[in-house]
């Protein structure tokens, strides 16, 4: 922390885990708090690390803003837009998938929120539904906060994303914020939320405070089937020791037959 943890040595690891395994991708989604204090140099490292990984690739990416980010430094920096102080709401179809990130960011604040100038964005981009669905990406997630130190810290305003969702195709709901993982339902919706690549949090008894941990870094990849269901799986980004590997042929000898 602040000093302590190389990110952007445990970003690139974060990013080679994904690639690493083998599993044709198609996005690489950025739950927020890309920067610590909204440093340009530090959009600057993010963009080129992430670019070295996606120029052979090919996965778009679609960032959304945390809040030790800065809007219009996040906008010149990754987006390459003109600087803004305006929500940085998006939106882009991957092969019938559409992508969303809405800016949960309230500048000078740590807790998130919307304005209604957000959720009537929401409700025009949902409503014509997209071929597979959607897949919606904010920083600060609708989900019970674990560690009591942080839960004034949380989603402001969440009945009007919940408003905003009401009858839409969105099938997910990815968020940060919190440094742990965890997952939940939200209008039905399942939300998932990757831990960290910097640092995470351990959860504690009620009162317990926020211990930072160096380690437990992960990242996730969403998995969205044709019969409507949804996968999520926390894919370690630290180091560690591979005990065994065997090959697929083996288990072929085992089990049932299961048609997927």
Known sequence: MHGSVRVAATYSAALAALEGTGIPLDALVHTGDIADEGEPEAYLAAETVTRETTKHTGWPVLWAVGNHDIRAAVAKGL????????????AFEVR???LVTIDTSIPG??????DESQVEWLRGVLAEPAEFGTVLALHHP????????????????????????????VRAILGGH?????????????????PSTAYTIRLTK??????????????GILSLYDD?????????????????????????????DVER
Do not use: K, N
């Open 79 to 90: 987006l390459g837009e003109r600087p803004t102080e305006e929500p940085l709401d998006r």
């Open 142 to 169: 609708p989900v019970p906060v674990e560690v009591t130190a942080m839960a004034r810290l949380h989603l402001e305003q969440q009945d009007r994303l919940g408003a905003a969702l009401a009858g839409g195709d």
């Open 228 to 256: 409507g269901r949804v996968g999520y799986s926390p894919l370690p980004a630290d180091p560690h020791h591979v005990l065994d590997s065997t090959p697929e042929d083996v288990f072929l000898t085992m089990g049932v």
């Open 96 to 98: 019938g998938l559409r």
């Open 206 to 219: 009620p009162g317990g405070g926020v211990i930072a941990v160096d380690g437990g870094r992960a990242a």
């Open 178 to 194: 919190l440094h742990y993982a965890t997952s939940s339902t939200f209008m039905g919706i399942p939300v998932h939320v990757a």
């Open 109 to 114: 604040r740590v807790e998130g929120g919307i």
